[in-house]
């Protein structure tokens, strides 16, 4: 089975900057992805990382270690509309391809 | 590109009503997703196409569910007869394949409500 974990609920001020783990155990890995989903709306593709380090988009980051099934997402300066679900999602194997296996989501709730 | 298209944007129907659910890809993708997004249980893949054809279907839940996609630009998921326990939002997402760093793009969901 694919297990990948992540916290509820997190919140946070204007301004600050915050973490979101997700640890992850499953049958096989090909990369991680990050999305956010702003509440009534699809998910939205945030970053991929497929080995280990750090990705660097803006105010986002994300880090994965490969050898721990350990990724964060950073986000730094945040805003309220930063406020929203992310989802960390594994790409693990099926049918002969690799295809994302998502957690259940962080909420984060920005507030003033 | 409009991105992936899902029609109804929201669906109310009692129990034991046939439900179907409709996707529009984006054009060029030949992989395409149905999941189901509940609180208790988050993002669940239901069932993924390659080039139109059926490749994991062991998310669907029962013999109640089907999905079709009979062309590059349509598929269908459909729930017979409909349960209570079926209400969630339904996402149909598409990329341009499966191969290393290619993600999912998704329609903006339907929200099903049985009652």
């Known amino acids: 089975g694919q297990n990948i974990d992540q916290p509820t609920e997190m919140t946070a001020t204007e301004g600050a900057i915050v973490q979101i783990n997700c640890t992850y155990q499953?049958?096989?890995?090909?990369?991680l992805f990050w999305y956010q989903q702003h509440a009534g709306e699809a998910p939205t593709f945030l970053s991929y990382n497929v080995l280990d380090g750090l990705e660097e988009k803006g105010r986002f980051s994300s880090f994965l270690s490969r050898s721990k099934g350990y990724s964060y997402l950073l986000l730094k300066e945040l805003q309220m509309k930063d406020s929203a679900s992310y989802l960390c999602a594994v790409r693990t194997p099926s049918g002969g391809s690799y295809i994302p296996t998502f957690g259940r989501g962080t909420s984060l709730i920005v507030h003033p | 590109d409009a991105g992936v298209i899902q029609s109804p944007r929201h669906e109310v129907t009692e129990m034991g009503q046939e439900v179907t659910l409709r996707c529009k890809p984006i054009s060029g993708h030949n992989s395409l997703f149905w999941y189901r997004q509940t609180m208790m249980r988050g993002l669940e893949l239901l069932i993924y196409f390659n080039n139109n054809v059926p490749i994991d279907d062991s998310g669907m839940p029962e013999d109640r569910f089907s999905a079709k996609m009979p062309n590059a630009s349509f598929s269908t998921l459909k729930i017979q007869p409909s349960e209570p326990r079926d209400s969630a939002v339904y996402f149909c997402a598409s990329s341009p394949g499966t191969g290393i760093g290619t993600e999912a793009f998704f329609g903006q969901g339907t929200r099903l409500t049985v009652v």
């Open positions: 499953t049958s096989g890995f090909n990369g």
